[in-house]
C-alpha cells in the first residue's frame, strides 16, 4: 500500500511517511492539512457583510428617503458613493483581483455568445415587462427623464447604467465579495450567495424572477474561467440593450 | 531502496478502529490516527473524541433545523400577508411582492436541505435587509413583533455558525472513517 518515491515528511515530526498516508503514524497528525487557526465565520465573513449592508444602505436611502437630492444631481452623487465603496475594497484585494482581470483568459468566441446571450435576455425581459402592468414596468425601465438634464443624455446615461455597473458590480459580486465567500464555503455555495446577494440588492422584487438567473450565470463563468470578462461583458450587454430600448421607446 | 526492503519484510497490523492494514512500527494508524500502539486510555480517549464530535454535529443538526423552520415560516406569513394585502386592500404591487419574497424563501429552505450553509447564510442577510427596509421606509415597524425578529436573528447567527461547524467536523469524521 505504501510506495515511497519522493521524500516525504510529515510536517509536525518530520518522520518519514508514505504518498497514501492520511495521518502520520508516529505522531497521529492529519498530513494534508494546513495549520490554520479554525477562526469564527462571522469573523471572515465581515468584510463581506461589511461591503453588502453599507451599499445596501445607499441604495435604500436614496431609493426610499428624500435624503439624497432629486433628480439627476442625486443620482449622480449615490453612483460616485457607489462606487468609491467598491474601490476601498478592490483596494484591499487589489493583488487577488488582479489575476481575475487578465486578458489571456479571454475567449473571442465565448465573449461573442455571451453578449449576444446578455442582449437576447435583455429583449425578454423588456418584452415580459411590457405585458406586465405599469407599476411593475418601471421597475425595469431606468427613468430616461433623469439624463435630460445632462448635455449628452444617451451617452451620460450608458455610462451611469451600463458601463459602471458592468465594472464596479462586477468588482464586488463576481470579485471580492465572491472571494470572502469562497474562504468560509464551497465555490458552488459562494455562486449561489453572490447571485442572491446580487439580486436583493437591487432592491426591486419583482426583478428578482431575472437577476438572480443573471447573477448565477455571471458567478459560474467567473468561477468556471477564473476570469470577470464574461461577467463584465454579459452585464454591459444587457444593461445598454436596456437602456437603448428605454431611450428608443420614449424617442 | 533500505527503505523499500524495510517496508517489505517489516509486519502488519490491523487497525482496531478502520481495519487498514498498518507497519507494526508506527505508533497511530496511517489511515485513521487511531493509537494502534498506545495504552488501553489513548485508545478510549480517542473513541471519546470521535463520541464527542458526532454529539457536536447532532447538536449543529438541531440548530440548523430550527433555522429551516423559521424560513418556512417566513415564506408562509409573506405568502398569506400578499393575499391579504392584494385581496383585501386591493395592492396588487405590494402583493407580488410579498409573493415573490415568499417564493425566495421558499427556494432558500429547499435549498437548505443541500447546502444549509449557503442558504442560511443568505436567508439571514434577506431577513435583515427586509427589516432595515421596513424601518427605513416606516420606522416605527422596527419594533412591531421586536421579540420575534431578536429571536429569529439569533437562531440565524447560530445555524450559520452550526452549518459551518457540522461541515467542518464531518470532513473530519470522514478523514478518521469514523461515519
Redesign the interface.
Known sequence: ??E?SKELSCQYCNE???A???????????IDEKSEV?E???NA?QPA?LY??IT??LL??YK??SFFPEGFDGFILVSVIDVLIVLVFWHHNFDELRELWSLKKIKIGLITVTILFAVLAALVVSLIAAFL?R??YEEVYYETTLYEESPFPFLVATLLVAVQPAIFEEVAFRGFLFNYLKK???P???I??TA??FG?IH?Q??S??WLIPMGLIFAYSRNRYNTLWYGVFGHFAYNFTITAINFWNVG | MEQQDNLITSEFITCENCNAQVVSTVKFCNSCSFPVAGSEDDKRSFRLSIGSKKRQVKDAEEKIKTCKTIIYILAGLLFISGLVVGFAQDDYASMIVNLCISLLYLILAAWSEKNPFGAILTAFIIYVTLILINFIVEPATLFSGLLFKILFIGAFVKGVRSAKEAKDILVELEKTKSL
Open positions: 500500500m505504501s515511497i518519514k511517511i508514505a497514501s498516508d492520511v495521518f502520520c503514524g508516529q505522531c497521529g497528525q492529519p479554525k469564527d465565520v462571522f465573513l457583510l453588502y449592508f445596501f444602505l435604500a436611502t426610499l428617503t402592468n407599476s411593475i468560509v464555503t464551497t458552488t455555495s459562494a449561489y450567495v442572491f446577494l436583493v432592491l422584487f419583482i428578482l424572477l
